[in-house]
């Protein structure tokens, strides 16, 4: 099999010597002394679906973590995250504000799991702050703010880990394996793909209105435009996944939101290539709600040597390879399926490698908790992480790159020297556009 490994590797190192950073090395100084055994305090910021999920990781792992503080801008989640430390056997600090939480010394390191716009910053400011990184995906919302975290983790000499968790999950592990001993021959085409029923009516179409009481809208928009408040901006409900993904201000709908883990994979398993160009197309053809983001998209990357290609198609649940979601990689003696319930090799008719199916095996399952201790290894010994913030940032530029395509109506071909796009009609869209007096500076 070729690999991209040297190629992908040059390109790094070329967007590395754009950011100007140095790399992180096993020896980091981190501000104190760590011993074998200390626990690394940790403090959590957004506090919905994902922040819960990885507090829970942390509290499982009390060997190596000490929950120290939670915050969030809307009073119920932060009372509830509070009950939950509780519980976990942890005490911690409660604030509102971020930026109270950050500027404490004592906490060692920080997860992030706000809304996609406040990623880049709270991620920057941390690394400023001396403070190790835990940052959900997608990385950014803006192609620059993605570089900047990268410059901001390489200057402060921070572990900066994605929220990419399948990079620690067994089947994700085994296909990483599969296609690096070549098994798969040469590799020309890869394929990710979501599929489901949406209903037309979405999540309803909400009038703009005042916030409630207990929450600070203002700090929670930060760095976005400033807008009335609106129940589905905003996106806290039972019994569902907050909705701001689907709003063009703080994400950027499946592409970013699924995108991010169907392309992630195959990144992983290639050598952490980056396109040459991207095109897209995609439209709200049933959805009725007042969200923005499409409810059909395909997009296709062109990798300098093999095609990407992503679908996501809401209004039919047809399976692909026997899988309602997934990433296939096709190569010239098999294709290898992997998603969260297995990794799958089919050989070539004629070939003489056996079929192999991995599933339904709890152990290769896991993915959050392994993900964790690996964070929490790599702040001691100064490792980078399986999912290094760098990682993350290719596979979300490449899906903020399609989303652009789609929205511009333009073909985008990527220039990584200088981590641009070569149309200057695109150009300034790939800029990060903060509100007064938010500013994004390393």
Request: charge should be positive.
């Amino acid at each position: 099999m070729h690999s991209t490994d040297g190629e992908a590797g040059a390109s790094r190192r070329g967007f590395l010597k754009t950011t100007g950073a140095a790399a992180l090395t096993t020896n980091l100084f981190t501000g104190r002394v760590r011993g074998a055994n200390d626990r690394i305090a940790v403090g959590f910021i957004g506090m919905g679906a994902m922040g819960m999920g990885n507090l829970s990781m942390a509290l499982k792992l009390p060997e190596m973590a000490q929950v120290v503080a939670v915050c969030d801008v809307y009073q119920p989640a932060l009372e509830k995250s509070e009950a939950a430390a509780r519980k976990g056997g942890a005490k911690v600090k409660a604030w509102k504000d971020f930026r109270e939480l950050i500027a404490d010394k004592s906490i060692d390191a920080v997860c992030v799991s706000t809304p996609d716009h406040w990623h880049a910053y709270m991620t920057v400011e941390a690394c400023k702050a001396g403070k190790d990184v835990y940052v959900e995906k997608p990385a950014c919302v803006y192609i620059e703010e993605g570089q900047k975290m990268i410059q901001a983790a390489r200057k402060y000499q921070r572990v900066v880990q994605a929220g990419t968790m399948q990079r620690s999950g067994g089947y994700f592990l085994k296909a990483a394996e599969i296609v690096g001993r070549g098994d798969l021959g040469d590799i020309t085409f890869c394929h990710t793909w979501q599929a489901g029923l949406a209903k037309r009516e979405g999540i309803g179409n909400p009038p703009d209105s005042a916030p409630p009481r207990d929450l600070d809208w203002d700090l929670w928009l930060g760095p976005a435009p400033k807008v009335p408040f609106n129940a589905n901006r905003w996106g806290v409900a039972p019994n569902r996944f907050s909705t701001f993904r689907n709003f063009w201000d703080y994400a950027g709908g499946s592409m970013t939101d699924w995108g991010v883990h169907l392309i992630d994979p195959y990144h992983q398993c290639l050598g952490e290539p980056m396109v040459k160009a991207v095109l897209a197309t995609g439209d709200r053809f049933l959805l009725q709600d007042n969200t923005e983001t499409p409810d059909s998209m395909m997009a296709t990357f062109h990798y300098p040597r093999f095609l990407g290609t992503y679908q996501s198609r809401t209004f039919n649940p047809m399976p692909m390879f026997g899988q309602s979601y997934g990433t296939s990689i096709h190569g010239t003696r098999g294709t290898l399926v992997v998603n969260r319930g297995g990794c799958w090799f089919t050989p070539v008719k004629g070939s003489q490698l056996p079929a192999i199916a991995y599933e339904d095996n709890d152990d290769m399952r896991q993915m959050n908790l392994p993900h964790w201790k690996n964070f929490l290894e790599c702040i001691k010994t100064r490792q980078r992480p399986i999912a290094e913030i760098e990682t993350c940032v290719r596979s979300s530029s490449v899906c903020i790159l399609a989303n652009l395509s789609m929205r511009l109506k333009l073909r985008l071909d990527w220039d990584e020297a200088n981590w641009t796009v070569t149309q200057d009609a695109a150009k300034p869209y790939i800029k990060a556009k903060y509100r007064e007096p938010w500013k994004l500076e390393v």
